[in-house]
C-alpha cells in the first residue's frame, strides 16, 4: 500500500526526544516549548507564538482570545474542515458560510461582503490545499467593516501570498503541527499574533487560565498545552523547512509531469497572481464529462493498494448541522460539486519518486488514460 501520508523523521528528531527522556521534561512545561514557539515566530515573522495540543483547539482558543460572543457571526469558507466551524456553533456563534472558487478551492473572497450585518465581527481565511487565498481584498474588506481576521494556515506553513509569509495575515494566525501537515509534531497546533493582549489571552486560555494567585481562576480556559516532547520534534522538523518546502513542490512538480496528458481529470493550478502552489496535498478533480464519481475511483484506486483522501464535506450539507437547523437554506455549487468530483492522491513528505510513478500508473488504468 502506498499511504496517501507518511512523515519524514531523519532529522535531529531522536535526538531532541532523547534530550527530553534523558531530563524528564516530558509535560508541558520544557526548554522546547518555548524554543519552538521561538524559532516559529522568527520564520513566520510575527511577535508571539502560543502553542497548544492541535490546529483545533488553536482555532478554539484564537475564538475565545478575540472575545467572539453568543450572537455574533463570523464568515467563513463551507469547503474547509469542521474543526473552523465547530468551536463557533458550541458557542452560539454563527458562522456565515460562502463558496470557494472551483479551481483555486479557496473561498471567494467578493463574496464576502454580501454577508455582512451588523453582526458580523470577523472574517475566518481558510487557506486550501496548496494555494493561498487572496489576502488582500478580504483584509480591506475586514479593515473597512472594522472585522477581525482569523488566518487558518494550518496547511500553508513556509508558503508565501505576495512574498508574504502566510501566519502574518491574521489578528491571529493559526498552524496545524497534525502528521500530514508540512512540519509536524504528531498532534499540535500554534496560535501567532503581534497583539501583546491577544497573546496573553492566548496562553492563558492554554493553561487554565491559571493565575498568580495559583488555583485561583477568574475566567474559564483549557488544558491545549503543547508537551516538550512534541515540541522536541518541532524543533528538529523547523531545521529543515526550505527542504521540506523543496519536496512538495518537487512532488507536485512530479505529478504535473507524470499526469500532463491525462484528459479525464483537470491538475491543480501551478501558479496564481499572488501565489505559487505548494502542494500540501496533490489534488485532482475529474472533469465533468468523465462519468465515475470520485468515490468510485478512490475505490478502485484502493484495489490497486494506492491510499487517497476525498476532498472536504462542505460545511453546509453536514448532518451534524443540519440536524441542529444549520445552513439549510445555503446552495454553495462549488463546494457541493468538489466534494464530489474532487479527491488527493498520495503526497506525503516520505514519499518516493518510484512512488509518485506507480500511483500515476495506477489512476492511468482506473481513468481508462492511454
Ligand atoms: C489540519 C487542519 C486543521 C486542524 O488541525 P488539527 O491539528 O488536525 O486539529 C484546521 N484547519 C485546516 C485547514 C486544516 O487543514
Redesign the pocket.
Known amino acids: 500500500m502506498i499511504p496517501v501520508n507518511s512523515p519524514l523523521l531523519e532529522g535531529n528528531e531522536k535526538k531532541y526526544l532523547n534530550e527530553c527522556i534523558d531530563t524528564g521534561w516530558i509535560s508541558g512545561e520544557g526548554p522546547f516549548v518555548s524554543r519552538f514557539e521561538e524559532g516559529v515566530a522568527n520564520y513566520i515573522g510575527r511577535k508571539y507564538a502560543t502553542s497548544c495540543s492541535?490546529?483545533?483547539?488553536a482555532?478554539n482558543i484564537a475564538i475565545k482570545a478575540l472575545e467572539l460572543k453568543e450572537g455574533d457571526e463570523v464568515i467563513m469558507p463551507s469547503f474547509?474542515?469542521i474543526?473552523?466551524a465547530q468551536f463557533l456553533i458550541t458557542s452560539g456563534i454563527k458562522p456565515v458560510l460562502i463558496d470557494c472558487d472551483y479551481k483555486t478551492f479557496n473561498m471567494k473572497v467578493s463574496d464576502i461582503e454580501t454577508k455582512i450585518t451588523s453582526k458580523t465581527k470577523a472574517i475566518m481565511i481558510?487557506?486550501?490545499f496548496g494555494l493561498t487565498v487572496d489576502v488582500d481584498p478580504a483584509i480591506n474588506i475586514a479593515k473597512k467593516h472594522n472585522l477581525k481576521i482569523i488566518e487558518?494556515s494550518?496547511?500553508m506553513f513556509g508558503q508565501e501570498y505576495k512574498r508574504n509569509k502566510c501566519g502574518t495575515f491574521g489578528d491571529i494566525s493559526?498552524f496545524?503541527?497534525?502528521s500530514n501537515?508540512h512540519i509536524t509534531t504528531g498532534?499540535?497546533?500554534m496560535l501567532l499574533t503581534d497583539d501583546k493582549h491577544l497573546d496573553k489571552r492566548s496562553k492563558s486560555l492554554r493553561n487554565l487560565c491559571f493565575t498568580s494567585d495559583r488555583f485561583v481562576h477568574n475566567e474559564l480556559g483549557y488544558n491545549y498545552r503543547m508537551t516538550n516532547i512534541q515540541a522536541a520534534i518541532g524543533v528538529a522538523q523547523l531545521e529543515k523547512i526550505e527542504l521540506i518546502k523543496k519536496k512538495k513542490r518537487w512532488i507536485g512538480k512530479k505529478y504535473n509531469e507524470m499526469l500532463k496528458n491525462f484528459k479525464n481529470i483537470n491538475l491543480p493550478i501551478i501558479k496564481t497572481d499572488y501565489c505559487e502552489n505548494i502542494y500540501w496535498v496533490y489534488p485532482i478533480t475529474l472533469k465533468d464529462n468523465y462519468p465515475k464519481t470520485a468515490k468510485q475511483v478512490m475505490d478502485e484506486l484502493k484495489e490497486l493498494k494506492i491510499g487517497t483522501r476525498p476532498f472536504f464535506y462542505p460545511m453546509h450539507k453536514q448532518p451534524i448541522f443540519n440536524k441542529m437547523g444549520l445552513f439549510l437554506d445555503d446552495i454553495l455549487p462549488n463546494s457541493e460539486k468538489l466534494y464530489q468530483r474532487g479527491l488527493y492522491v498520495p503526497s506525503g513528505l516520505a514519499l518516493t519518486d518510484n512512488q509518485i510513478e506507480q500511483v500515476s500508473l495506477a489512476l492511468g488504468k482506473v481513468l481508462n488514460e492511454t
Open positions: 492541535s490546529g483545533t483547539a482555532i474547509t474542515i474543526s473552523c481558510v487557506h486550501i487558518d494550518a496547511e493559526i496545524s503541527f497534525y501537515k498532534e499540535g497546533g
